[in-house]
């Protein structure tokens, strides 16, 4: 298929990152909170049931893949993941040697095994999200989260998943707007 037949490009990412393996990871969390995040979220590998490495969501690096990949939209998964998280984060720059400071991801991978990431603390929620099936069910520091991700990344959110099953899926507005959600009649109109 030709990239002229492409209308849409969805890419997917989880509320929080993962890594698996060695290898630079700005955002990892060592401690307890990277444990619940692993535990709650299933971080384990598929094969091995080695456990993945844990982090805050690297904005960073999601608004590179975004613009590298053209998206169009973006499908946020495990955001029931953080619910009960104390005090939520995410990376919007990095801090490498000798002071410097990426805005944008750095020109070369070799940069990150030196550079740590600058967060910003964003309202956390308690509320279970499991029972959520519009935007609006969302308690409003969930809401406010993806906002901060759409507009850090310019990329409008089009699903979100708040648990394993099938039906823990929320159609956002603009999710309904795309080719797909209007196709498909559970869409919000």
């Known amino acids: 298929m030709g990239p002229r037949d492409i209308d849409e490009i969805w890419g997917v990412c989880k509320a ?10 700005p955002t990892e969390l060592t401690d307890e909170v990277g444990e619940t ?4 979220g299933g971080e384990y590998g598929t094969t091995t049931g080695r456990p993945r490495r844990t982090g805050w969501l690297d904005l960073v690096a999601l608004r590179y893949a975004a613009r590298l990949n053209t998206l169009s939209a973006l499908a946020i998964t495990k955001l029931d993941v953080l619910s009960g998280v104390e005090r939520l984060m995410v990376c919007t720059r990095y801090l490498g040697a000798e002071d410097a400071v990426f805005d944008d991801y750095p020109y070369h991978q070799s940069v990150l095994h030196h550079a740590v990431g600058e967060f910003t603390e964003l309202e956390a929620w308690s509320e279970d999200l499991g029972e959520c ?8 520091a969930a809401r406010d989260y993806l906002a901060y991700i759409a507009d850090f990344i310019g ?17 956002t507005p603009a999710g309904a707007e795309t080719l797909v959600g209007r196709a498909l009649p559970l869409a919000p109109a």
């Open 133 to 140: 099936r519009s935007e609006e069910d969302l308690p409003q």
């Open 37 to 40: 995040l692993r535990a709650l």
């Open 155 to 171: 990329v409008p959110i089009a699903l979100i998943g708040v648990g394993q099953g099938r039906e823990q899926t929320i159609w």
């Open 16 to 25: 929080y990152t993962t890594r698996v393996g060695a290898g630079p990871f």
